[in-house]
């Protein structure tokens, strides 16, 4: 068969370490090349004999704080990183060997993922990737907020949010995979947060390995990081980064125009359930 785009993965195993941003844990994580049709999977080899966890929204398990994958026992946390690096990288399939439950934070955005990912390469496989079609718009709204998908011939994802901090405000950004380049334009915008919650978090023992070096810190009219911003608009590019992770978890990508406001892991997760029950709003297979 040709006349298709192929299914990927990596070229080669890559691994790295880091820190756990709530459970303050070193962790040590191998990236391997897996067949076509296999997706993500997770496997925890500190667990030996426990069930690969597939990156699928029916595995989701908790959305408080991260994004928590479960099965039969096992979880692995603080997916939405790791997941949007292989999302905006358009890599379908790999094995993520872990040998602890949560996903390093590293500079607290996607960016050392996705380097070491084109680090290792990215090769086709003898097998079409298979897709979403999205065929009618699909919204669900809560109260101001909403997430959206409407029929699009590539894949687009525009986020917009709405702060009221002075350093926030009003953002809005676009990404189209088929243009624009995720590594440049959205791995490198980091996790944020108000000191005032990240003091809370770790008053109850969570938030353990956050710091600096791996968030954007914001007091009431200050960002507390020496180095300042990576864009004008990280705040925005980085919801972005963690709405491509949580849509990543429908198991194919879209062919279609998500638009997001004020959204979060919870209402993107939401949103996935809407979707999959909408059946008669999309069609799955090869892009034509």
Same mark, same amino acid.
């Given at each position: 068969?040709?006349?298709? /785009?192929?299914?990927?993965?990596?070229?080669?195993?890559?691994?790295?370490? #880091?820190?756990?941003?709530?459970?303050?844990?070193?962790?040590?994580?191998?990236?391997?090349?897996?067949?076509?049709?296999?997706?993500?999977?997770?496997?925890?080899?500190?667990?030996? #004999?426990?069930?690969?966890?597939?990156?699928?929204?029916?595995?989701?398990?908790?959305?408080?704080?991260?994004?928590?994958?479960?099965? *039969?026992?096992?979880?692995?946390?603080?997916?939405?990183?790791?997941?949007?690096?292989?999302?905006?990288?358009?890599?379908?399939?790999?094995?993520?060997?872990i040998d602890d439950y949560e996903i390093p934070i590293m500079d607290g955005?996607?960016?050392?993922?996705?380097?070491?990912?084109?680090?290792?390469?990215?090769?086709?496989?003898?097998?079409?990737?298979?897709?979403?079609?999205?065929?009618? /718009?699909?919204?669900?709204?809560?109260?101001?907020?909403?997430?959206?998908?409407?029929?699009?011939?590539?894949?687009?994802?525009?986020?917009?949010?709405?702060?009221?901090?002075?350093?926030?405000?009003?953002?809005?950004?676009?990404?189209?995979?088929?243009?624009?380049?995720?590594?440049?334009?959205?791995?490198?915008? %980091?996790?944020?947060?108000?000191?005032?919650?990240?003091?809370?978090?770790? %008053?109850?023992?969570? #938030?353990?390995?956050?710091?600096?070096?791996?968030?954007?810190?914001?007091?009431?009219?200050?960002?507390?990081?020496?180095?300042?911003?990576?864009?004008?608009?990280?705040?925005? %590019?980085?919801?972005?980064?963690?709405?491509?992770?949580?849509?990543?978890?429908?198991?194919?990508?879209?062919?279609?125009?998500?638009? /997001?406001?004020?959204?979060?892991?919870?209402? *993107?997760?939401?949103?996935?359930? /809407?979707?999959?029950?909408?059946?008669?709003?999309?069609?799955?297979?090869?892009?034509?």
């Open positions: 068969m040709t006349g298709y /785009t192929a299914q990927t993965t990596l070229a080669k195993s890559i691994s790295l370490s #880091g820190v756990g941003v709530h459970s303050g844990k070193m962790t040590h994580l191998t990236l391997k090349p897996a067949p076509q049709n296999h997706g993500i999977k997770f496997r925890r080899v500190d667990l030996p #004999g426990t069930q690969d966890i597939q990156a699928l929204f029916k595995l989701v398990v908790d959305t408080s704080l991260a994004t928590v994958l479960g099965t *039969n026992g096992a979880i692995v946390s603080t997916i939405e990183h790791l997941m949007a690096g292989f999302s905006g990288l358009g890599i379908d399939n790999a094995l993520v060997e955005s996607a960016k050392i993922f996705t380097q070491m990912m084109e680090a290792a390469g990215i090769v086709l496989l003898d097998a079409p990737k298979q897709y979403f079609i999205v065929k009618k /718009t699909i919204e669900l709204v809560e109260d101001d907020k909403f997430v959206s998908v409407r029929p699009c011939p590539c894949f687009k994802i525009t986020c917009s949010i709405d702060f009221p901090h002075p350093l926030i405000g009003k953002q809005e950004i676009t990404f189209d995979r088929e243009k624009d380049n995720f590594e440049r334009d959205i791995s490198r915008a %980091r996790t944020f947060g108000f000191i005032k919650d990240l003091e809370l978090l770790k %008053r109850f023992s969570l #938030g353990k390995g956050g710091s600096l070096d791996n968030a954007i810190v914001i007091d009431e009219d200050r960002i507390l990081n020496e180095e300042g911003l990576r864009y004008p608009d990280e705040f925005v %590019r980085h919801k972005l980064l963690d709405s491509l992770g949580d849509f990543s978890l429908l198991g194919m990508p879209i062919k279609g125009h998500i638009i /997001t406001h004020k959204s979060g892991h919870a209402l *993107n997760h939401s949103f996935i359930e /809407t979707f999959l029950k909408n059946k008669d709003a999309w069609e799955t297979g090869p892009a034509a």
